[in-house]
DNA sequence: ACCTGAACACCGTTCAAGT
DNA sequence: ACCTGAACACCGTTCAAGT
């Protein structure tokens, strides 16, 4: 049997390691379909080889998913610097650019927003790569808060309780849109004031709250 | 070949209908293991029929899945009704008790928030008993929020989108800490420490927010 | 009307065997 | 060292057949 004969040419970067092609070939196939629906011997097949083969680079299908995950994570922090950058020196704008990213890259990439930001039931303890990649997204959150403080417009103290806070008012905001439980606006830029005015409660909230 | 024999008696209750014995059999397996481990063929034989069988009741295993979901919403109605009665009139307390056993309804039963809460990619829009009970548990939320803008404790207008910003705020947290993203205190107590003062931040914030 | 038995097209994981 | 072929123990879904 020649199972991948027809599928070999899919398989277009022989230098990169398999392990590469794995994780890029996966994250192709997350972006035309929910991650319960990808299945390790897609990706297989998509690169070109049996099934079995991707056992020699990943322990097992959760660690290959980890690694797209991780990946997504580089792209994400990307996403953010970028916000950053355009959002210019004002805290408040920065903070509400960072929390838009987070959705609206969750909603640009569904798929790998549900890999990435939870809900598919992977333990990232297991995977530090993982964990690092994420703890440097979360910093830049941080930061910006702590920015907000130095500059007199958020209340001093409990930065991490703060931090928190802010980002679990976007991680439920995202979740919930991805889930369809909250409807998306009539168009990004409606979806964008529906989320940044949400976003504000905690803003506002934050430069309240005493210490 | 008989292959349920021995677990026949597992279904005790033989005058209800197969599909409510389906329904919590789904339940009890749920609560001793993540939603994503849970078979319809598992379930059946727990009700001690074949796994055909349940196709006379459900659609596919999403229908199913959603009925418990449902069922898991009544409960959690319960749930909150209880935590309202408990935390008396003042508006800030209700609003605490009710974000709070969101959070603590969930950690009490992972695999039952996950069904109900989101994430496990169940189209809710196809279920309307699901999103019917899911919108009363909703209202509750909506009404104590009322309540504080009728108390002068809320700023005025505005009012779902301050629902939505209190639930995103929960929902996130939910989620973080069902994830393992955000580690768990070191008692339930200190948790409900931790997610009030979370939760207390968009209490702030919806008071000093303009409409 | 309701359930069984058997089949179909998939899974993730393992492992001896090839090169 | 790395991949294949084949097997194992599962899935969800369908359908003719039994009662």
Do not use: C
Request: avoid cysteine; glycine fraction near 10%.
């Amino acid at each position: 049997m020649k199972p991948y004969s027809a599928e070999t040419k899919a398989a277009e970067t022989p230098s990169a390691s398999l392990r590469e092609t794995l994780i890029e070939g996966g994250l192709r196939l997350l972006a035309k379909g929910a991650p319960g629906d990808l299945s390790l011997r897609q990706v297989a097949a998509a690169a070109g080889v049996t099934h079995a083969a991707a056992y020699r680079h990943f322990e097992d299908k959760n660690e290959l998913l980890a690694a797209m995950a991780q990946e997504g994570f580089r792209r994400f922090y990307d996403y953010q610097m970028e916000a950053l950058e355009r959002s210019g020196p004002a805290v408040a704008a920065r903070f509400r650019s960072l929390g838009w990213t987070y959705v609206r890259f969750a909603l640009e990439n569904p798929g790998f927003a549900r890999i990435m930001f939870g809900g598919t039931g992977l333990d990232r303890r297991r995977y530090p790569g993982l964990m690092a990649v994420q703890a440097r997204s979360a910093r830049l959150l941080q930061q910006v808060i702590q920015e907000g403080q130095t500059a007199g417009l958020i209340a001093p103290g409990k930065l991490k309780q703060k931090t928190r806070a802010a980002w679990a008012i976007v991680h439920g905001m995202t979740m919930l849109l991805l889930d369809g439980q909250i409807p998306p606006g009539s168009s990004l830029a409606a979806t964008e004031r529906s989320v940044t005015a949400v976003i504000e409660h905690v803003v506002v909230g934050m430069a309240a709250t005493a210490s």
